[in-house]
């Protein structure tokens, strides 16, 4: 059973920065590729960025492109999410999942474990 932790959430301007981080438990977290997804009140679960399972491979959404950066460090289990340039609209809660496969995808259908989340809310 793989278990995942979301942590570095909270209230920032609109402008700024915070990082996300998920631990993850178990020793396989290095054999996966590992996700970011969000999700807003009343809509559905959206793709934000994933990466392979050795960190040379990483893809980012359409709206998070040139402001987030996903990265990992398998000696620690963990899998960052930097965010910069936030924005009211990317207020959500944002989960991280361990991915199916060595280079993940896009769909949550593609992830197998899902963290509880944490909340990241933007202000104006």
């Known amino acids: 059973q793989v278990q995942l932790a979301e942590s570095g959430g909270g209230l920032v301007q609109a402008g700024g920065s915070l990082r996300l981080s998920c631990a993850a438990s178990?020793?396989?977290?290095?054999?996966?590729?590992m996700g970011w997804f969000r999700q807003a009140p009343g809509k559905e679960r959206e793709f934000v960025a994933r990466?392979?399972?050795?960190?040379?491979?990483?893809y980012l959404g359409d709206s998070v492109k040139g402001r987030f950066t996903i990265s990992r460090d398998n000696a620690k289990n963990t899998v960052y999410l930097q965010m910069n340039s936030l924005k009211p609209e990317d207020t959500a809660v944002y989960y991280c999942?361990?991915?199916?496969?060595?280079?993940?995808?896009?769909?949550?259908?593609?992830?197998?474990?899902w963290g509880q989340g944490t909340q990241v809310t933007v202000s104006s």
């Open positions: 999942a361990r991915g199916a496969s060595k280079y993940g995808g896009t769909s949550v259908d593609e992830y197998d474990y």
């Open positions: 178990g020793r396989t977290f290095s054999k996966y590729a």
């Open positions: 990466i392979s399972w050795i960190g040379h491979s990483t």
